[in-house]
């Protein structure tokens, strides 16, 4: 079965910087759009960056000038750079990505298991 699997959260200073990955595994046929969201403790979960496999990336304004999405599709791999973090990108991480298995005519939705962000002194 398709799976994604994200790593590279942890702890870092406010003004540090993460480099998050999430691989896709699985019988892949063809990955649309990949992307990150994020949830924190008592709200939604909130886009932060996607990728198509064609066409321009998409950023949360809260974001833009300090994340970089990036996708290696050799490697079903999508990456989140997170520079200049700041204590308000505290939150679990989430991979998304819109995959076609071998199986199926169309697209499904899929969602890592998350990986936990702290900006903190």
């Known amino acids: 079965q398709v799976q994604l699997v994200e790593s590279g959260g942890g702890l870092v200073q406010p003004g540090g910087s993460l480099r998050l990955s999430c691989v896709a595994s699985?019988?892949?046929?063809?990955?649309?759009?990949m992307g990150w969201y994020r949830q924190a403790p008592g709200t939604g979960r909130e886009l932060v960056a996607t990728?198509?496999?064609?066409?321009?990336?998409n950023y949360a304004d809260s974001v833009k000038g300090r994340f970089t999405i990036s996708r290696d599709n050799a490697k079903n791999t999508v990456y989140l750079q997170m520079n200049s973090l700041k204590p308000e990108d505290t939150a679990v991480y989430y991979c998304?990505?819109?995959?076609?298995?071998?199986?199926?005519?169309?697209?499904?939705?899929?969602w890592g298991q998350g990986t936990q962000v702290t900006v903190s002194a």
């Open positions: 699985g019988p892949i046929l063809r990955i649309s759009t």
């Open positions: 990728m198509p496999s064609i066409g321009r990336t």
């Open positions: 998304n990505a819109a995959i076609r298995q071998h199986s199926d005519n169309s697209y499904s939705d899929y």
